[in-house]
């Protein structure tokens, strides 16, 4: 009978170790679950990146309007940038881009600065800055 007494006082010290969103949850699998999926989709936009640093089309974009989305990841803002973007050989477009900055690198993010993008050749829509 002490065996499972001591597997409900696990399973409570357990239960205080998760973020207060996370406790009372049925089976903290769940949890685990949403946090490896939420780490996989940032190791594909990682590799997605990186593969866009090496085969993308470089450029140079400039900033025409920024705005913050309210939305924080590790306490760096996500800002949605406006481009006017120019790779070599194509007409210039505009569009939108989307991405957390660093809170240190904030002031180089600021409407009329040029920043060097590598655009996807198959979806010009598409862009890593950098």
């Known amino acids: 009978m002490g065996m499972f007494k001591d597997v409900r006082k696990l399973k409570k010290a357990a239960e205080a170790q998760l973020p207060p969103e996370h406790r009372g949850m049925r089976g903290g699998f769940r949890a685990m679950r949403d946090l490896t999926a939420q780490g996989a989709q940032l190791l594909d936009g990682a590799t997605k990146a990186a593969e866009l640093m090496t085969n993308g089309r470089p450029g140079t974009a400039t900033i025409t309007a920024l705005r913050d989305t309210g939305t924080t990841i590790n306490d ?23 991405q957390p900055i660093s809170r240190l690198h904030i002031g180089s993010f600021q409407p009329g600065a040029t920043l060097p993008v590598h655009v996807d050749p198959a979806d010009p829509a598409v862009l890593v800055i950098g």
Do not use: I, K
């Open 76 to 98: 760096n803002p996500v800002v949605e940038l406006d481009l006017q973007v120019n790779v070599g050989g194509s007409a210039p477009c505009a569009l939108t881009h989307r």
